[in-house]
């Protein structure tokens, strides 16, 4: 009994062992493949999710975010409220379209079409240059009289309001009574430095010359009444001048001799030099291409020293 007794615990110990050996090489497979799987998800759900990016980025249209409205050159409330927007506008209409057609070309945001309709040269009459004179103190007062808060006003609408008052003291230019009729400048003629309408009237007619490039004789018409206008403008500057040496209101011989001298070879260099063909000035090639009859009276290619005569000057 004693032996069976053992036997049989020997075999319970022998019997009990098995179950927990074959657990523990089981278990020791079963964490092996887990940390395969592991191993293989890290590496594995990067590398998907970069190619499910890069196939989006592929096909997808372009998705470019909405961009803020820009509000900085839109007009403050107290500049709509008080009215400085609409007399700002219209500043700088009269400006272009009908005191000083011949900047035109400086207009922001200006098409060939209004160029060709606007632009004339710039006409130093008498009666001219009082209308313009009296439109500037007209607007200047329009714009005083604007009930507004400048501490309401962004800083480039103050800015705007400071220059437009000065540009209209002076005529809507930046020497002080040189174009104020009353003060009777403009029959003085060019200063020293040669800032004086005058001296900018072949350089504004250069800028847009190429708007008026002819096609048809019509055109070509049209271009010819511009050069006209242009000869008349040197033609009653000088009857200007004549006009001040009539009535005593002239300027030193030394400031007469140093305008004069800026006149001719600064301003008209070419024109000085060359005599009335202006070597190498810009009329004769804004049509050279032309090949039209002009009137029965000949015209051509190279027209341009038919048409253009600065003798005047």
């Known amino acids: 009994m004693d032996e069976l007794s053992n036997y049989e615990r020997g075999s319970a110990s022998t019997i009990g062992m098995a179950p927990n050996y074959y657990n523990s090489h089981q278990s020791g497979k079963l964490g092996k493949s887990r940390q395969w799987l592991v191993n293989l998800l890290i590496i594995g759900i990067p590398i998907l999710l970069c190619a499910i990016l890069v196939i989006i980025l592929m096909f997808v249209p372009d998705m470019k975010a909405p961009e803020p409205p820009n509000t900085q050159c839109l007009p403050s409330a107290e500049s709509d409220s008080s009215k400085l927007t609409a007399t700002l506008k219209k500043i700088q209409t009269e400006f272009y379209n009908r005191l000083y057609p011949e900047k035109i070309y400086s207009k922001p945001g200006v098409t060939p079409e209004e160029i060709r309709s606007v632009y004339r040269p710039w006409d130093p009459s008498p009666n001219t240059i009082k209308f313009k004179t009296d439109e500037a103190a007209k607007l200047l007062k329009e714009l005083k009289d604007l009930k507004i808060n400048t501490t309401l006003l962004k800083i480039r609408e103050r800015k705007a309001v400071h220059v437009a008052k000065a540009i209209l003291l002076n005529n809507f230019g930046w020497a002080p009574y040189g174009q104020n009729y009353y003060g009777g400048d403009w029959m003085f003629g060019p200063d020293f430095f040669c800032w004086q309408p005058i001296c900018t009237v072949l350089l504004d007619f250069g800028a847009v ?101 600065p003798g005047a000057i």
């Open 209 to 309: 010359i190429e708007t008026f490039k002819p096609h048809n004789t019509s055109e070509l018409k049209k271009l010819d009444q511009l050069f006209n206008q242009v000869n008349h403008t040197f033609e009653r500057y000088i009857a200007n001048l004549e006009l001040g040496v009539l009535t005593g209101y002239v300027r030193p011989k030394e400031a007469c001799v140093g305008g004069l001298h800026n006149f001719h070879y600064v301003a008209y260099r070419n024109i000085a030099l060359e005599n009335e063909t202006g070597e190498g000035c810009f009329p004769g090639e804004a049509y050279a291409h032309v090949n039209v009859e002009w009137g029965g009276g000949g015209g051509g290619e190279g027209g341009g020293e038919k048409f253009f005569n």
